[in-house]
């Protein structure tokens, strides 16, 4: 079956520049969780939505970073005046329960390189 | 708050061997801790996950244990293939919470043929 897909799988932006990055979980999950990965590092938690609601943001690194998930299903996560320090792989996972960090599937991710 | 140590940033192992891994978290014991692989260019897949009041848990020729004395879990494979190359990832609750989870930097784990 499908699994979690994200796209695109690679961004070049300009500083300066707004991105928006998709998620698409797998059908039905509840959970989606979004995370930043940093080269050599392990996945770090930005925030989480139980269906439409966006429980926990307390991971986004300022108020340039922005996700939605208006039906439940597909999610987004904006960047708005990318720096480089933005520069990262950003991995959308999901899970089937609610609440629930028993099995999370993640998908391939989006690598964002910002000159 | 927690920190997470996985022992090391490279581990080579010899095919054929048993390939242990470690991670050691500093603070309040978690209510579980999962480990993850993750390949170059791919997402996380979760592997296993052991619950506080499990000392061990098996999967093939995997096996994780988790002893809370040591703030420890260590993470084998057995019978080690190349095809097991990767990163693995340990990860842990956040106290007191059921929806969110930290993750270690990972080992990456050779081997050799």
């Known amino acids: 079956g499908a699994g979690v897909s994200q796209s695109p799988r690679y961004k070049v932006a300009k500083r300066g520049q707004d991105v928006a990055l998709r998620c698409d979980p797998i059908?039905?999950?509840?959970?989606l969780f979004w995370y930043q990965q940093a080269l050599g590092q392990g996945p770090e938690f930005l925030t989480y939505?139980?269906?439409?609601?966006?429980?926990?943001k307390s991971g986004l690194p300022s108020d340039r970073f922005f996700a939605e998930r208006p039906e439940g299903s597909v999610s987004t996560l904006k960047i708005q005046r990318t720096q480089q320090e933005d520069s990262a792989v950003y991995l959308c996972?999901?899970?089937?329960?609610?609440?629930?960090?028993?099995?999370?599937?993640f998908g391939p991710g989006t690598r964002l390189t910002v000159l | 708050s927690q920190k997470i140590e996985q022992n090391s940033e490279a581990l080579n192992i010899q095919e054929g061997k048993t390939a242990t891994l470690t991670c050691n978290y500093t603070?309040?014991?978690?209510?579980?801790l999962q480990w993850y692989r993750q390949d170059p260019g791919r997402g996380p897949v979760f592997l296993l996950l052991i619950r506080e009041n499990e000392k061990e848990k098996r999967k093939e020729r995997l096996k994780v244990t988790f002893d809370t004395t040591l703030k420890q879990s260590l993470f084998h494979i057995t019978a080690s293939q190349p095809a097991d190359s990767a990163t693995y990832l340990c990860?842990?609750?956040?106290?007191?919470?059921?929806?969110?989870?930290?993750f270690g930097k990972g080992t990456r784990l050779h081997i050799l043929p």
């Open positions: 996972a999901s899970s089937p329960m609610a609440p629930s960090t028993d099995t999370q599937y």
């Open positions: 990860a842990l609750d956040v106290w007191n919470r059921d929806d969110k989870i930290i």
């Open positions: 939505f139980q269906n439409e609601a966006q429980l926990d």
């Open positions: 059908s039905g999950h509840v959970s």
């Open positions: 603070n309040y014991s978690p209510a579980y």
